[in-house]
């Protein structure tokens, strides 16, 4: 179904500044925490929101992370089939955080953590 080359980065290899971080894990998960700037659309309603790509992409590529990298490989492979560009960041969340990146929560004063 989907190309078995998906393009993957890892999080210390990341670009500096701003990127366009899709984050594809569930509700629960997001609301625990999330890097500061991802757009949060859920791996099962990506494909009905599409369209919110096109302005969030502005012609950058799309880094995609999940909790561990297995939601975000699916998504990556899914979006490049789509005439995206984009790029599966490896181990998630969990590197996400490992690597001393910003997470936070979605409820005020609650201390965020990867789920």
């Keep these: 179904m989907f190309p ?3 393009p993957t980065t890892r999080v210390a290899d990341l670009p ?7 984050d594809v894990r569930e509700d629960d998960e997001w609301r625990a925490g999330h890097a500061p700037d991802a757009l949060h659309i859920p791996l099962r309603d990506l494909p009905a929101r599409l369209g919110e790509l096109a302005e969030f ?3 950058e590529p799309i880094y995609v992370v999940c909790r561990t990298g297995g ?12 005439g995206f560009e984009a790029c599966n960041v490896a181990g998630g969340m969990k590197s996400w955080l490992t690597e001393g990146r910003p997470v ?4 005020p004063g609650v201390e965020p953590t990867v789920l």
């Excluded at 500096?16 to 899709?22: N, V």
């Excluded at 490989?73 to 089939?81: D, R, S």
């Excluded at 936070?104 to 409820?107: K, T």
């Design 4 to 6: 078995e080359d998906v």
């Design 104 to 107: 936070v929560a979605e409820d």
């Design 16 to 22: 500096d500044g701003d990127l366009r971080l899709l």
């Design 71 to 82: 939601r975000s490989e699916q998504a990556t492979a899914f979006l490049n089939a789509n």
């Design 57 to 59: 992409a502005q012609d």
